[in-house]
């Protein structure tokens, strides 16, 4: 299982806009919308944020949004604010190979 | 409150096994599929088992097929994970986390982790 390949880092300053990229296959990303993003502050487990591409669980800032274009999904971070530096994670449903993981990006509020 | 409470981690030699637990409450258990997902230290997130909600069907990381048993007791609300033939390179914290009925493939909710270090 190879994993889907995110930019290892991204930034910008407060209430800018910052966009990560996660870029799989046909098999993956391209053939499903189970695209879900999470993000992980040090030391803490993950929280989910956007799941079947664009939809956000209860609680999530509507700052956050998702997209997909091929077999390419993005995540938007809208207006960021100093508590949204963090780690943030794709994974896509896979088929047999069910769940996959991206390479994660780290965000950082300049 | 959902709440996703593991524990059986440690420090154990290669070769050897160890059982994680993953207590679940705050939600209906035996109608969520589980997974495992875990983190190598100062690495990524890597899935690692899923478990029907019924037990019915299981799917493995091609890293752990074989050696790795994701189970449930849904009467006491706990999945597991049997780790055996351990290697230095299954050391990593390890998740549990809850998939929703309604699917999507998305983990909803998740533990704090546990720490296996395999020296």
């Known amino acids: 299982q190879s994993a889907l390949t995110q930019p290892p880092s991204a930034s910008g300053s407060p209430g800018q806009s910052v966009t990560i990229s996660c870029t799989g296959t046909?098999?993956?990303?391209?053939?499903?919308?189970?695209v879900a993003w999470y993000q992980q502050h040090p030391g803490k487990a993950p929280k989910l944020m956007i799941y079947?591409?664009?939809k956000r669980p209860s609680g999530v800032p509507d700052r956050f949004s998702g997209s997909k274009s091929g077999n390419t999904a993005s995540l938007t971070v809208s207006g960021l604010q100093a508590e949204d530096e963090a780690d943030y994670y794709c994974?896509?449903?896979?088929?047999?190979?069910?769940?996959?993981f991206g390479t994660g990006t780290k965000v950082t509020v300049l | 409150q959902v709440q996703l409470v593991e524990s059986g981690g440690g420090v154990v030699q290669p070769g050897r096994s160890l059982r994680l637990s993953c207590a679940a409450s705050?939600?209906?258990?035996?109608?969520?599929?589980m997974h495992w997902v875990r983190q190598a230290p100062g690495k990524g997130l890597e899935w690692v088992a899923f478990?029907?909600?019924?037990?019915?069907?299981?799917h493995y990381a091609d890293s752990v097929k074989g050696r790795f048993t994701i189970s449930r007791d849904n009467s006491k609300n706990t999945v597991y994970l049997q780790m055996n033939s351990l290697t230095d390179e299954d050391t990593a914290v390890y998740y549990c986390?809850?998939?929703?009925?309604?699917?999507?493939?998305?983990?909803?909710?998740w533990g704090q982790g546990i720490l296996v270090t395999v020296s």
């Open positions: 986390a809850a998939d929703p009925p309604n699917g999507g493939w998305r983990l909803e909710s």
């Open positions: 705050g939600f209906i258990f035996s109608t969520y599929a």
């Open positions: 478990l029907w909600f019924d037990g019915s069907n299981d």
């Open positions: 046909s098999s993956d990303v391209g053939g499903y919308n189970y």
């Open positions: 079947e591409v664009t």
């Open positions: 994974n896509s449903y896979s088929g047999s190979k069910i769940l996959v």
